[in-house]
Antibody
Framework: EVQLVESGGGLVNPGTSLRLSCAAS????????MHWVRQAPGEGLEWVSS????????YYSDSVKGRFTISRDNAKNSLYLQMNGLRAEDTAIYYC???????????????WGQGTMVTVSS | EIVLTQSPGTLSLSPGERATLSCRAS???????LAWYHQKPGQAPRLLIY???KRATGIPDRFSGSGSGTDFTLTISRLEPEDFAVYYC?????????FGPGTKVDIK
C-alpha cells in the first residue's frame, strides 16, 4: 500500500525549532518529487515547499523562505522539514504529499499523509 | 505568484443535483497545470482532477474538469452524499505552487 506518515509535530514556543519527518512506503520514493503543504486551523491549503527526486531542485513559499529547510534521505525513504524561527502564524497541520508523475516536472499531488499538527504558542 | 479565486464560497445543494465550481487565475496557468482536490473534515485532501480535465485514479466519472488559460470549472454531475466537502483548485505550472481559498459544498 502506498503510504505517507508524518511525525514530529507538537507544541513549541515562538522562536524555537522543530523538525518534521515523513516516512514513505509502498512506492519507489527516490523516483518522485515530494512536497509539504500546511493548513492553519479552519483555513485553506498553503503550499510550503517542494524537492525534486534527487534533491537537486528545491522551492519554498515566500512565507517560509529563509526559515524552513526541506530535505530528503532516499536511502531511508524519508522526507524532512526543518523549521527554525517558528512564529504563531506557522501553527497548522503539515502534510507531506507525493508528486503524481515520475518524469513530469510539473504535476499535481496524488498521495497525501494524514498530517502532523504544529502549534506555536507561548 | 499566481493568485487563484474560487466561487462561490459556499454552494448549498441537494443529493442528485449538479454542482458547478469555478476557479479563476490572476494570470494564465501554464499548460493547463490546474488540479482540483476535495477535503472532508478531519481528512487529508484527495486529488480529483489534474491537467485541468484528467480524472485521477479511482475518481468516478461524475467528476469532470474543464477550462484553460485563466478560467477553470469543476462539475459534479449528480451529487452523492460523500461529495459534500470543501473543494480546492491548485495551479502547479509555476515553481511557486498556489491553492485557491476553497468552495464548500454543503447539503441544502
Amino acid at each position: 500500500e502506498v503510504q505517507l506518515v508524518e511525525s514530529g509535530g507538537g507544541l513549541v514556543n515562538p522562536g524555537t525549532s522543530l523538525r518534521l519527518s515523513c516516512a514513505a512506503s509502498g512506492f519507489s520514493f527516490n523516483s518522485y518529487s515530494m512536497h509539504w503543504v500546511r493548513q492553519a486551523p479552519g483555513e485553506g491549503l498553503e503550499w510550503v515547499s517542494s524537492i525534486s527526486s534527487s534533491g537537486t531542485y528545491i522551492y519554498y513559499s515566500d512565507s517560509v523562505k529563509g526559515r524552513f529547510t526541506i530535505s530528503r534521505d532516499n536511502a531511508k525513504n524519508s522526507l524532512y522539514l526543518q523549521m527554525n524561527g517558528l512564529r504563531a502564524e506557522d501553527t497548522a497541520i503539515y502534510y507531506c504529499a507525493r508528486h503524481r508523475g515520475v518524469v513530469v516536472i510539473a504535476d499535481a499531488f496524488d498521495i497525501w499523509g494524514q498530517g502532523t499538527m504544529v502549534t506555536v504558542s507561548s | 505568484e499566481i493568485v487563484l479565486t474560487q466561487s462561490p464560497g459556499t454552494l448549498s445543494l441537494s443529493p442528485g443535483e449538479r454542482a458547478t465550481l469555478s476557479c479563476r487565475a490572476s494570470q494564465s496557468v501554464s499548460t493547463n497545470y490546474l488540479a482540483w482536490y476535495h477535503q472532508k473534515p478531519g481528512q487529508a485532501p484527495r486529488l480529483l482532477i489534474y491537467g485541468a480535465s484528467k480524472r485521477a485514479t479511482g475518481i468516478p466519472d461524475r467528476f469532470s474538469g474543464s477550462g484553460s488559460g485563466t478560467d477553470f470549472t469543476l462539475t459534479i454531475s449528480r451529487l452523492e452524499p460523500e461529495d459534500f466537502a470543501v473543494y480546492y483548485c491548485q495551479q502547479y505550472g509555476s515553481s511557486l505552487v498556489t491553492f485557491g481559498p476553497g468552495t464548500k459544498v454543503d447539503i441544502k
